[in-house]
């Protein structure tokens, strides 16, 4: 065979090979692929609906913001694929008896007619709840295998962390260690407990919330009950715990300390309606614990107390750090596709 006729034959080859590149495309429906896994716009169409849904008083996105939103929702979807697959790697996903048994938990408080309510108002099918609540397991089974398990906060940490902040051990005032419940009136969004409960109504709440107290005065741990229901976002996980609060700042809010004050170490107050100062309606409803109060003056390293939170302060800022850390490195690793991306630049590009 000529050469230049083997030339041809090559060069004709090479641009088929790209013609077909430059005309391969993403499949129908997928906004995205994770090492080849894909993502389905249906996902993200209906994360969107229920960010929207969470906040209905905003004014209708743009065509630039409601890309900019799905934009968002695309990369968490990415990086919660990447967690999984690095997950079933390591042969951490949850069981289909995990599964049943977490689901088992939180059906448990409701009758299957309030239990399918919940699901409708939370725009999920059952599949789709069970499916979250596998991808909740895995992922805290990774985490935990991955980081927490990894995570060492030395004596000589407490003791280094305690000697260059001593000044912030010093009481100025009296100070109260609280724990608290906190129930919301407000529907829409994710709750912070592990039972992913939340009320949907001011009336929800207020049964919700009577139901806890109950539970507290038939003597059941209040750490246990805040971190399955209560949906204060900050604390919930940590058993309801707030940390100590000066007097001052308590007497800010004249009902809150004045049931407060009245407690002994390990009581809890009634149930305490948070009023919206624009509605002057209740929007939320607590219930406080007094877990320890300190008298003005220096917190001495050798109080047991002073070294469980500073060391519960250390696990959980390297814990965050670790997790970031550890989130970037798997990012790295993996092979993203984001073909939405891609198609908003091109639409802005033009």
Not at 114 to 123: D, E, S, T
Request: aromatic letters at 6%; hydrophobic letters at 40%; proline letters at 4%.
């Amino acid at each position: 065979m000529p050469k230049f006729v083997r030339t041809f034959n090559i060069v004709l080859a090479s641009s088929l090979v790209l013609i077909a590149g430059c005309h391969k495309g993403p499949q129908q429906g997928v906004v995205a692929t994770v090492n080849g896994h894909p993502i389905f716009q249906t996902d993200v169409d209906k994360a969107y609906t229920n960010q929207l849904a969470s906040n209905p008083q905003q004014q209708v996105p743009t065509p630039d913001q409601a890309d900019s939103l799905k934009l968002n929702i695309i990369h968490e979807l990415i990086l919660e694929a990447i967690i999984d697959q690095r997950a079933a790697k390591q042969g951490l996903t949850a069981t289909d008896a995990e599964v049943d048994a977490k689901v088992a938990e939180v059906k448990a408080p409701y009758t299957e007619e309030q239990f399918q309510a919940k699901l409708k108002a939370a725009n999920l099918t059952f599949d789709q709840f069970k499916r979250d609540v596998r991808r909740s397991l895995t992922q805290e089974k990774l985490l935990n295998k991955e980081i927490n398990s990894r995570i060492t906060v030395t004596d000589a940490d407490v003791r280094n962390y305690y000697n260059a902040n001593k000044a912030a051990f010093n009481l100025i005032e009296p100070t109260y260690h609280l724990a608290e419940i906190v129930v919301t009136d407000q529907g829409n969004g994710q709750a912070s407990n592990l039972q992913n409960n939340k009320a949907n109504s001011d009336e929800e709440a207020r049964k919700k919330i009577q139901v806890i107290k109950n539970r507290i005065d038939s003597g059941e741990d209040f750490a246990e009950l805040a971190a399955n229901f209560s949906e204060a976002p900050d604390n919930a996980s940590n058993g309801g715990d707030m940390g100590f609060h000066p007097e001052s700042q308590l007497k800010a809010n004249p009902i809150i300390f004045a049931a407060i004050s009245k407690l002994n170490a390990g009581q809890t107050t009634d149930i305490i309606p948070q009023i919206d100062p624009t509605t002057h309606k209740p929007a939320a409803y607590a219930i406080f614990k007094l877990i320890g109060k300190d008298a003005a003056g220096q917190r001495e390293y050798s109080d047991p107390r002073v070294q469980q939170s500073i060391r519960q302060q250390l696990h959980d800022s390297r814990a965050q750090l670790l997790q970031a850390a550890y989130r970037e490195m798997l990012s790295d690793q993996a092979k993203v596709q984001n073909f939405f991306a891609e198609q908003v630049f091109k639409r802005g590009a033009q």
